[in-house]
T-cell receptor
Framework: DAKTTQPTSMDCAEGRAANLPCNHSTISGNEYVYWYRQIHSQGPQYIIHGLKNNETNEMASLIITEDRKSSTLILPHATLRDTAVYYCIGSNAGGTSYGKLTFGQGTILTVHP | KAGVTQTPRYLIKTRGQQVTLSCSPISGHRSVSWYQQTPGQGLQFLFEYFSETQRNKGNFPGRFSGRQFSNSRSEMNVSTLELGDSALYLC??????????????FGAGTRLSVL
């Protein structure tokens, strides 16, 4: 799996967009970028994933740079319930890594009223 | 559709005992992965099962084992418990079997405390 680097913590005001960066400069061509979040002591929750193109779903948007060395997760209108640890993962879990997602330390996002 | 179900939610054991944790994946999912989460080491991959076969294994001692049944339900077992085995054990299931994106859906976990 690709090594990922994320800021340790970030703050965001409620109602504003939260932009969470991730560096994955060693990602290989067949590795997807996944984002998960974990609210205190719960199981991680899948947010979004992408390979090359930008992606959007009902939860968030994922912007991947053209060289695929970094990405940004965007929560368009953060709420207090978005306070969580956000994990960026580069993995080929559907291929040779067979079911393994390598979680780093993630970014602690705190949304303030 | 029901999510991933892990039982029990909480467990207290003493050193030297063994424990079995259970995971029922989302209906139709054939791949089940297990993770251990501790404050010091974070989330670490234990192993993955697909169609009753272990396809991948993390760097854990042999005291940690698992199995998968024909209905895709999975169990993991930890023998000769140590204090350091106290952790949140997470199970995740996935639809994908090979290639492509691999979205794992996690259960709420089993909190194991070893005294």
């Amino acid at each position: 799996d690709a090594k990922t680097t994320q800021p340790t913590s970030m703050d965001c005001a409620e109602g504003r967009a939260a932009n969470l960066p991730c560096n994955h400069s060693t990602i290989s061509g067949n590795e997807y970028v996944y984002w998960y979040r974990q609210i205190h002591s719960q199981g991680p929750q899948y947010i979004i994933h992408g390979l090359k193109n930008n992606e959007t779903n009902e939860m968030a948007s994922l912007i991947i740079t053209e060289d695929r060395k970094s990405s940004t997760l965007i929560l368009p209108h953060a709420t207090l319930r978005d306070t969580a640890v956000y994990y960026c993962i580069g993995s080929n879990a559907g291929g040779t890594s067979y079911g393994k997602l390598t979680f780093g330390q993630g970014t602690i996002l705190t949304v303030h009223p | 559709k029901a999510g991933v179900t892990q039982t029990p939610r909480y467990l207290i054991k003493t050193r030297g005992q063994q424990v079995t944790l259970s995971c029922s994946p989302i209906s139709g999912h054939r791949s089940v992965s297990w993770y251990q989460q501790t404050p010091g080491q974070g989330l670490q991959f234990l192993f993955e099962y697909f169609s009753e076969t272990q396809r991948n294994k993390g760097n854990f001692p042999g005291r940690f084992s698992g199995r998968q049944f024909s209905n895709s339900r999975s169990e993991m077992n930890v023998s000769t418990l140590e204090l350091g085995d106290s952790a949140l054990y997470l199970c995740a299931s996935s639809l994908s079997s090979s290639g492509g994106a691999y979205i794992q859906y996690f259960g709420a976990g089993t909190r194991l405390s070893v005294l």
